[in-house]
């Protein structure tokens, strides 16, 4: 009844189906007048789908362990399990011994086939990719009527930028899912768009928060990432929830949010489990607090260091009879930047002056191999010689 309005009267078919069917339906038939044609599903050129498996690595990664449990639980059922880049090529796809009883899906499901709604017309994971928004699309509600006895449900994956990263499909073709397969691939979407999100948040203080410690580590817990400017990067969706989103002018900084400045969270980083929390909204949450550093540097046992040390300006009796650090001549800071990277710097140079510059003991301190130490006081140096004339 719904298509007759559409297509055929040319009615906007309102409580028939879904709003978001509705418009890629008014999308598609910009650009696709004969909804009766048949799909080809061509593949992309193997140049493109070699630079997209490329470009999506880490989504890959993120996803891997998803995706295997994923495609377990399925294993008795007809559903495929599609993961598309946010253009709509398809980078991971399960196979599935009946694949010769789906003659659509056998088409479909394959590495470098672009499902974009503007190839394929309207799909659950083409109205993600065009949207953004969560959906399902059953049957006849797919824009070409040869897709009609396809059923698929689709979420999306975000970066740290906010940007769509990917989209999670379930496809079953004949059948019906016999399950609630928007809520399982939320689920397995969300959990993958977290992993994406630490993947990518090497450099920064990442807090895991919410009103119980029992959804900590579970993917309804909200995650932020601080940056060593003591502004808040980025939130997941159960942050942003919790948190009420990010402003929309100019940087937040973390004290706004969750009522802790830098120093304090870095305190919190070294407890082992998590802290009770008053947010600046005044909501009680549990928080844990973590911060690496993208050389491998952990912070946790670094910040513990420096909460037992005096403060700034006063020396501890070690530090004040220890000669420079032999392993790097010259001033290694500007003391006092207030960023992650300037107090591990910091720190590092405290425990080479307490060791009199024996970087094995310094490295053992940190918890560090002598290698990263090597390599970060390298650097400094690099970076402390004058521009050449």
């Known amino acids: 009844m719904a298509r007759t309005q559409f297509f055929e009267e040319g009615v906007r078919p309102s409580g028939l189906v879904g709003e978001a069917v ?93 499902i974009a709604e503007s190839v394929v017309g309207t799909t659950a994971p083409g109205i993600v990719a065009s949207t953004g928004q969560a959906c399902t699309v059953d049957g006849a509600e797919h824009y070409f009527e040869c897709l009609r006895a396809m059923q698929c449900a689709a979420a999306p994956i975000r970066d740290v930028h906010g940007r769509l990263a990917g989209v999670l499909d379930l496809s079953v073709e004949s059948s019906r899912f016999g399950f609630d397969a928007a809520s399982m691939v939320a689920l397995y979407a969300t959990t993958i768009e977290n992993r994406l999100l630490l993947a990518q948040s090497r450099d920064r203080l990442v807090l895991r928060f919410q009103a119980s410690p029992t959804l900590l580590g579970t993917p309804l817990e909200a995650l932020a990432g601080i940056a060593e400017d003591g502004t808040v990067a980025w939130l997941n969706a159960a942050g942003a929830r919790l948190i009420g989103g990010l402003p929309d002018a100019g940087p937040c900084g973390v004290e706004m949010l969750f009522g ?113 130490l090597y390599r970060r006081l390298k650097r400094w140096r690099e970076e402390d010689l004058p521009p050449r004339q």
């Open 260 to 372: 802790l400045d830098l120093a304090g969270l870095l305190r919190l980083g070294r407890r082992e489990g998590a802290q009770p929390v008053r947010l600046a909204s005044g909501l009680g949450v549990w928080l844990q607090a973590r911060a690496q550093a993208l050389d491998g540097i952990d912070f946790r046992h670094a910040v513990s260091l420096s909460m037992t040390t005096p403060a700034a300006g006063a020396a501890t009796p070690a530090a004040a009879d220890a000669e420079p650090p032999a392993a790097a001549e010259g001033p290694l800071s500007e003391p006092g930047d207030g960023t992650l990277q300037g107090r591990s710097r910091k720190l590092i140079e405290e425990a080479l002056a307490a060791h009199h510059g024996n970087i094995s003991h310094a490295a053992r301190q940190l918890r560090v191999s002598r290698g990263t």
């Open 22 to 114: 509705i418009q890629s339906w008014m999308r598609c038939a910009r650009s696709h007048a004969d909804t009766r044609r048949a799909v080809s599903f061509d593949a992309v050129t193997p140049s493109r789908l070699h630079a997209t498996l490329a470009r999506n690595r880490e989504l890959l990664e993120a996803a891997r362990g998803e995706l295997v449990g994923m495609e377990s639980s399925l294993a008795g059922t007809d559903c495929r399990v599609l993961l598309t880049d946010a253009q709509g090529v398809i980078v991971h796809v399960t196979h599935h011994p009946a694949a010769a009883q789906q003659p659509i899906l056998h088409r479909t499901a394959r590495l470098g086939v672009n």
